[in-house]
C-alpha cells in the first residue's frame, strides 16, 4: 500500500503578501482583479472569506461582497520563488513529487526512510519546516492514494493535516458524497479518473 501526502498551502498567493507586508494580515485581501470591477480573483485571505470572496469570483461580486477588500495585482515572481523553495523542502523527503500547480503537490513517501517511514510525521515536519524557513502555512492529507489525499488535506485547514489510514479507508468512502467518490460514481457507470477506484484495488 502506498504511502501519499498532498500538501496544499494555505491561501498561498495572500499568504507570500501577508507575510511581506504584515499590515495586509487582518484586512481582507485578494489577488487579481481592479477596482474597475474587471477581472478575476486568483484567491483571498481568510478575512476576505468570510465575506464570501472566494476564488475565481469575479472581482465585481467580491467587492460588492466586501466593499472594502485591498485588491493587489499580484506578484508572480515571489510567488514562484516561495514555490521552489517549498519543492526544495519536499524533495528532502522524497523524489516521487508531483506539482499540480504552485501551491500544491503530492509526495509518494512509500520508501521514504525519514521519520522512521511514517508518512504523518514527514507530513509534520514537512509543514514545520515549510514555516520555519517560509513562515508560510501549509495544510496536509494522507492517504493510500492520491485523491484521498487530496480530501483529506482540506480536513482540518487552515495549518493543518488529517490522516487517513488504508483501515479507514473502506468507512471514509461511505461517508464522502457522490461527486468525490470515484468507486460509486464507477459502480452507476459514471466517468472516474486513473487515480480513481482503480488505485483502490
Known sequence: MRKIIHVDMDCFFAAVEMR???ALRDIPIAIGGSRERRGVISTAN????????????????????C?????????????KEASNHIREIFSRYTSRIEPLSLDEAYLDVTDSVHCHG????????IRQTIFSELQLTASAGVAPVKFLAKIAS?????????????????????????????????????????????DLR
Open 20 to 22: 511581506d507586508n504584515p
Open 46 to 65: 481568510y478575512p476576505a472569506r468570510k465575506f464570501g470572496v472566494r476564488s475565481a469570483m469575479p472581482t465585481g461580486m467580491a467587492l460588492k461582497l
Open 67 to 79: 466593499p472594502h477588500l485591498t485588491l493587489l495585482p499580484g506578484r508572480f515572481d515571489a510567488y
Open 118 to 125: 511514517s508518512a504523518t510525521l514527514i507530513a509534520q515536519e
Open 154 to 198: 482540506d480536513m482540518n485547514k487552515p495549518n493543518g493535516q488529517f490522516v487517513i489510514t488504508p483501515a479507514e479507508v473502506p468507512a471514509f468512502l461511505q461517508t464522502l458524497p457522490l461527486a468525490k467518490n470515484p468507486r460509486r460514481r464507477q459502480s452507476l457507470g459514471g466517468k472516474t479518473g486513473s487515480d480513481g477506484a482503480a
